[in-house]
């Protein structure tokens, strides 16, 4: 739709509640908002453009068409316009993170040595869910800080399977696990560990800490003064445990105070959870700046979002000021929690001075991540003047090759902005038609890959570097060098060298000349983690391919099995191990039987007939 076709629209709708959403071209929702009456709110956004914050133009200037629906009453549109943000997340609207989610604690089925993990659903799959709780972070913190108190294991290590084959790791050393890869204590005890487990997540945390205390003077009356000591530690570990789980599962906390800071760089929202007037939890969230709208319209994104869908809610929520459709957000809230959640702003005492507090931990947390953002950029800006480029690098782009001979040859491409690696926009390359190792013809023909589909429009690769890196000398840099300039790509080159000791040096142009980059410790590192990344992933990348490949060329010797058969046996099998082993009848759950007889054959040549 044409502006003026926008504003036409915008002016014929009713004055009424209701939600507007607002798509760009492709129809994706961009922006969805509320209103008491929806023909003056939508009518302002195509009035005066020189009016708007930057965003707010950005935004309009996006918008090729809108929807809207009415509702009965503001309080329907706020319950219709939260449903729609959580559904659409649009770029325009603000947003938490999606870690912020409220997750539950899954323990493992019937498994001998059961393990606890966070799942963000709670599925009927035999397995047992605790919660939902209220954060991930504050979620994983309680299923660590259980199994430290119960010594039970964190480590990636699977039992029974894993039990003697390798020594206790460091966690039993610093006394945090029992052990358990030893084989000793036992089955019997670690389900005995995990009944406690299960108490404490269900708050039975008096029952438990009885236990422990009449175990504790048991070893204590029978001399066992260490083993009392390990009891006694454990359980004023499960004493402190109590009030913090408490607090994150929401189940018994009396007042929640919101603050909030806008920063230069960054901005934070922080809750503080208080539980019989102590402090006893902390939730915090860095959001990016500029945020241009006015704080009570913050206030209320933020607070609807992070307590929509928490299964407990506090019985008052502290706010600094009052916010925008407060009375709909407290009936909101109520309702959800089945009682009264009272949204209150203090104007003296204890709670304006909580308030004061959340506000310092806000300015705290944003001012520090704003002086490492700052540190950052001053980094790019070093790394830009040693390089002698025209403009600041932001986004890199680095190559590797991999290879063990002329097949499985693969290249690896990571992307790194402001010094992160951004792993979405990652991608792998398979090296095709080369009858023996070649990096230079592989990295060309990579990266002439990589770029004519930017040339083409391919989403994936739609976005320029302002510096491409390769994994090499002079060499390397002057392939890149030719297949931009033959595409009519202008894009800066250089290759990262390492040392005889394989550990970066320098970054080397394409005439050969090396710029040091050791002088500046903070350019020096960051190369090096480019490299070792971009490394990493194509060697990851290989490996894999490899294998994929060994097993294809193995399943395929066997008479009647082709590329369908093959691909049934790994995914019944995982693995060409686990096919070698398996017997005629398991072989018959992935493949039809005259096929597993071959199978079986194959591997087992003595004990081939069934």
């Not at 869908?309 to 407290?330: F, M, S, T, V």
């Not at 690769?461 to 297949?483: K, R, Y």
């Not at 290759?495 to 000791?501: A, L, S, W, Y």
Request: net charge neutral; proline share 4%.
């Amino acid at each position: 739709m044409t502006r003026q076709e926008l504003k036409d629209k915008a002016h014929s709708l009713p004055l009424s509640p209701g939600v507007y959403i607002m798509m760009d071209k492709a129809g994706t929702v961009i922006y969805v908002g509320k209103s008491r009456a929806l023909k003056n709110r939508v009518s302002q956004y195509f009035a005066d453009l020189a009016s708007h914050t930057s965003k707010t133009r950005a935004m309009v200037n996006q918008i090729d068409h809108f929807d809207y629906i009415l509702a009965d009453t503001e309080f329907e549109a706020l319950v219709l316009e939260n449903s729609l943000i959580k559904r659409h997340k649009p770029r325009y609207n603000i947003l938490l993170k999606d870690d912020k989610g409220y997750p539950y604690i899954r323990l493992s089925g019937k498994d001998e040595y059961p393990r606890f993990t966070l799942s963000n659903q709670a599925p009927n799959d035999g397995a047992r869910y605790f919660g939902p709780y209220g954060g991930r972070g504050s979620s994983g913190e309680i299923i660590r800080t259980i199994s430290r108190a119960l010594r039970l294991p964190t480590c990636s290590r699977r039992f029974p399977r894993d039990i003697g084959k390798q020594r206790p790791c460091l966690e039993h050393h610093l006394g945090s696990c029992d052990g358990w890869c030893r084989g000793t204590p036992g089955a019997e005890e670690y389900q005995e560990r995990i009944r406690q487990a299960v108490r404490l997540l269900e708050g039975k945390f008096a029952d438990v800490e009885r236990e422990l205390e009449a175990e504790m003077l048991r070893a204590s009356e029978e001399l066992r003064f260490e083993n009392a000591a390990e009891l006694r530690d454990r359980l004023r570990a499960i004493q402190l445990l109590g009030t913090r789980q408490k607090v994150v599962a929401g189940a018994q906390a009396d007042v929640d105070v919101v603050g909030f800071y806008r920063g230069e760089a960054k901005s934070c929202f922080v809750v503080l959870h208080f539980l019989s007037g102590e402090l006893a939890d902390r939730d915090t969230e860095l959001l990016p700046t500029p945020m241009e709208e006015d704080e009570r319209e913050i206030l209320s994104a933020l607070v609807r979002q992070y307590y929509a869908g928490r299964g407990n809610l506090p019985k008052c929520i502290d706010l600094p000021r009052h916010i925008e459709d407060q009375e709909a957000l407290e009936r909101l809230l109520s309702e959800s929690a089945g009682r009264r959640v009272e949204l209150f702003v203090p104007q003296r005492g204890e709670r304006v001075r909580r308030i004061e507090m959340a506000r310092k931990n806000a300015a705290d947390e944003a001012e520090r991540a704003t002086s490492r953002e700052e540190r950052q950029s001053r980094l790019m800006e070093a790394l830009g003047a040693m390089l002698g480029l025209p403009e600041t690098p932001h986004r890199f782009e680095a190559f590797d090759i991999s290879n063990t001979g002329a097949s499985d040859i693969v290249a690896s491409m990571t992307v790194h902005v402001d010094g992160k690696p951004l792993k979405k926009d990652y991608r792998r390359f398979h090296v095709r038609d080369l009858e023996a190792p070649d990096d230079y013809a592989s990295m060309e023909q990579v990266l002439r890959r990589r770029f004519r589909r930017y040339l083409d429009g391919d989403e994936k690769f739609s976005v320029l570097p302002d510096l491409l890196l390769m994994d090499g000398g002079a060499g390397q840099v002057g392939v890149a060098v030719q297949v931009l300039r033959e595409l009519g790509i202008s894009v800066p080159v250089f290759g990262m060298v390492k040392d005889n000791r394989h550990r970066t040096r320098a970054l080397v142009a394409a005439d050969g000349g090396e710029i040091g980059i050791q002088a500046n410790p903070a350019v020096f590192a960051l190369i090096g983690r480019i490299q070792e990344e971009t490394h990493r992933f194509a060697v990851t990348f290989h490996r894999e391919s490899h294998a994929k490949n060994t097993v294809a060329s193995v399943l395929e010797q066997i008479p009647g099995v082709g590329e369908v058969r093959r691909k049934a046996l790994m995914r019944h099998f995982k693995s060409l191990k686990a096919i070698r082993e398996a017997d005629y009848e398991s072989l018959c759950q992935a493949v039809p039987k005259r096929t597993a007889e071959a199978v079986f054959g194959y591997f087992h040549p003595q004990n081939g007939e069934n």
